[in-house]
């Protein structure tokens, strides 16, 4: 182990081929448990092949639902899924904040959201934002993150998009390709704002194509929201060439 790497450890082999299930393993000492763990899960599926490498994300903040129903019951299917390249799914980041409804963590009281980069030997939050910083990312082509407006507020469905510059023109039209794929009811087209603690700065660090959206609010779950964020999916991974089979529908036209 490097003086850099991380202290989260798993049980699942990134390079293995097939489709494997695990659990990213967060140490956690604390009064009841001296050699405690967090335990994080996820899957991955692996054809083993060239293909594109995408990591799909929820949970960074623990009240907000459509992304990991849908991104759970993505890895359901997950088994017999024909795609080529990777699938890294992890439908619940923040996993103490997601298992007690709460938009920050109620261990270390973290935001994860703006705990980036991290550190190795930080607390738990920080430990997982060092994690996707130094361990998923340097992995991932494409990268979503799912978002809903949590508790505090209801977000209409958007998709949030920061193309890569224009000097680079083939890499930008491929982002606004997968834009367009998605096709959100809106998208809203921003910059970083000079915010660097985010999980977007993190990707934009790691030259990372990156995806993010909200999609509904007040801590539960709105069945158009959940179907937008499947479907928009479905057309996202079918355009990169993951999936091969159509999408169910077309993507409908975006409002910017």
Same mark, same amino acid.
């Given at each position: 182990?490097?003086?850099?790497?991380?202290?989260? =450890?798993?049980?699942?082999?990134?390079?293995?081929?097939?489709?494997?299930?695990?659990?990213?393993?967060? #140490?956690?000492?604390?009064?009841?448990?001296?050699?405690?763990?967090?335990?994080?899960?996820?899957?991955?599926?692996?054809?083993?092949?060239?293909?594109?490498?995408?990591?799909?994300?929820?949970?960074?903040?623990?009240?907000?639902?459509? /992304?990991?129903?849908?991104?759970?019951?993505?890895?359901?299917?997950? !088994?017999?899924?024909?795609?080529?390249?990777?699938?890294?799914?992890? #439908?619940?980041?923040?996993?103490?904040? $997601?298992?007690?409804?709460?938009?920050?963590?109620?261990?270390?009281?973290?935001?994860?959201?703006?705990?980036?980069?991290?550190?190795?030997?930080?607390?738990?939050?920080?430990?997982?934002?060092?994690?996707?910083?130094?361990?998923?990312?340097?992995?991932?082509?494409?990268?979503?993150?799912?978002?809903? /407006?949590?508790?505090?507020?209801?977000?209409?469905?958007?998709?949030?998009?920061?193309?890569?510059? =224009?000097?680079?023109?083939?890499?930008?039209?491929?982002?606004?390709?997968?834009?367009?794929?998605?096709?959100?009811?809106?998208?809203?087209?921003?910059?970083?704002?000079?915010?660097?603690?985010? $999980?977007?700065?993190?990707?934009?660090?790691?030259?990372?194509?990156?995806?993010?959206?909200?999609?509904?609010?007040?801590?539960?779950?709105?069945?158009?929201?959940?179907?937008?964020?499947?479907?928009?999916?479905?057309?996202?991974?079918?355009?990169?060439?993951?999936?091969?089979?159509? !999408?169910?529908?077309?993507?409908?036209?975006?409002?910017?």
């Amino acid at each position: 182990m490097t003086a850099t790497a991380s202290l989260i =450890s798993t049980d699942v082999d990134f390079e293995r081929k097939g489709f494997q299930t695990g659990m990213l393993r967060l #140490p956690w000492s604390h009064d009841r448990s001296a050699y405690g763990h967090i335990p994080i899960p996820l899957a991955v599926l692996n054809a083993g092949d060239d293909g594109p490498t995408v990591l799909l994300t929820d949970g960074n903040h623990g009240d907000e639902y459509e /992304g990991p129903i849908a991104l759970m019951k993505l890895m359901q299917r997950m !088994p017999t899924l024909a795609i080529r390249g990777r699938l890294i799914v992890i #439908p619940a980041l923040n996993f103490p904040a $997601f298992a007690n409804g709460l938009r920050t963590s109620p261990i270390d009281g973290g935001n994860l959201n703006r705990l980036f980069p991290g550190a190795r030997h930080g607390k738990p939050m920080e430990m997982i934002a060092h994690y996707v910083e130094t361990e998923l990312l340097p992995r991932a082509d494409v990268v979503f993150d799912f978002h809903a /407006g949590g508790a505090s507020f209801d977000h209409a469905p958007t998709l949030l998009t920061s193309p890569p510059a =224009s000097d680079n023109a083939g890499r930008r039209a491929h982002y606004l390709d997968l834009v367009r794929a998605f096709g959100a009811p809106n998208t809203m087209v921003m910059d970083l704002l000079g915010e660097d603690r985010t $999980f977007a700065a993190a990707a934009e660090r790691h030259d990372t194509l990156f995806l993010c959206g909200e999609f509904g609010g007040h801590a539960g779950c709105d069945k158009a929201n959940l179907a937008i964020v499947e479907s928009g999916l479905e057309r996202v991974l079918h355009r990169l060439g993951v999936i091969e089979a159509m !999408p169910s529908n077309k993507a409908p036209a975006t409002r910017y």
